[in-house]
């Protein structure tokens, strides 16, 4: 019965963070021309600047987080070759030849997730290929990465790996498949949460990532099986996404904080810039008409900053 009440007392915690983040963030932004929903500047000149004042920003963490996914592919990597556990993953696989099929692919799956994180410092990096692609672009670039790597992480998996090669029975390839699946699971939270904390992209786009990291564990063991009964299954998967939910509810509630200080900002620059033109303005009037070219040029001061 106890057991019964864990799912209800996490409902309502989810509920209650949830309410309060679009309470606040409504209260943020009920000044400015926003959606309440998204978030997203009515304007699009608008929306496209708050995008490209972060531009750095993404550029820059997207690229940490993907030198951190190589470096821990190449550990791996070489921690399997001096130890000779390249073919059993260290341990992973029993050896055998069946598992020695299994265990190539995942260090191939491995060296996927890496060459897609240099793919991305690569062009972001690069000034022919970056510097072509607008803030958006790059944007939409980096969820794709973080997609992409979400997803080989699921399939790398030893258990399920082995019955996506088409052995129906893993029992006799992995060693451990439930430690494995804990792992795999913590795996995937610490990552999504390290893209909702660290890379600036706006909420609304990180749902690919999101929906791929809640439903690909459940997904699995409900077309391959899982090493698990059910209930720990159930209970995984519960946990997971509830974790991926309040990432995201974190990421709302901080771009709002973003954007309220971006359109502050704005605003400040608008209004100095009118205030210097109004001085320059009444000063020059009082000495004198001012040449046509000189006006002409501070006219195009007075416009607003995106």
């Known amino acids: 019965r106890k057991l019964g009440q864990v799912p209800r007392v996490w409902l309502g915690l989810l509920y209650g963070v949830l309410v309060r983040s679009m309470s606040t963030a409504g209260k943020q932004v009920a000044d400015f021309a926003t959606s309440r929903k998204s978030l997203c500047f009515t304007d699009s000149q608008s929306e496209a600047g708050f ?22 592919v190449c550990l791996m990597m070489v921690m399997r070759l001096i130890s000779g556990g390249w073919e059993t993953n260290n341990g992973a696989f029993v050896a055998s030849a069946d598992a020695k099929v299994v265990g190539v692919s995942r260090n191939w799956i491995l060296v996927a997730m890496a060459m897609l994180s240099l793919t991305y410092i690569l062009i972001a990096k690069s000034q022919l290929l970056g510097g072509a692609l607008k803030a958006e672009g790059l944007e939409m670039l980096a969820v794709l990465m973080v997609t992409g790597v979400t997803a080989l992480f699921w399939i790398q ?44 992209i706006r909420w609304t786009r990180l749902w690919p990532a999101e929906l791929l990291g809640a439903l690909g564990y459940p997904f699995l063991a409900v077309a391959f099986g899982s090493p698990l009964r059910g209930s720990l299954v159930i209970a995984n998967a519960f946990l997971l996404a509830s974790l991926i939910v309040i990432a995201a509810v974190g990421k709302r509630a901080l771009e709002s904080f973003e954007r309220t200080t971006f359109t502050q900002v704005a605003r400040e620059r608008t209004l100095r810039a009118e205030a210097e033109h109004k001085l320059c303005r009444a000063t020059s009037s009082a000495a004198g008409s001012m040449p046509v070219a000189q006006e002409n040029a501070e006219v195009d001061l007075v416009s607003a900053p995106t």
């Open 157 to 200: 998996n030893p258990w399920y790996l082995a019955r996506i090669c088409g052995f129906s029975d893993p029992e006799h390839l992995v060693v451990d498949p439930a430690v494995e699946e804990v792992q795999l699971v913590l795996a995937i939270d610490a990552w999504l949460s390290a893209v909702h904390l660290s890379i600036p």
């Open 51 to 72: 995008v490209a004042s972060r531009q750095a920003k993404l550029i820059k963490n997207t690229c940490i987080l993907g030198i951190v996914m190589i470096s821990y």
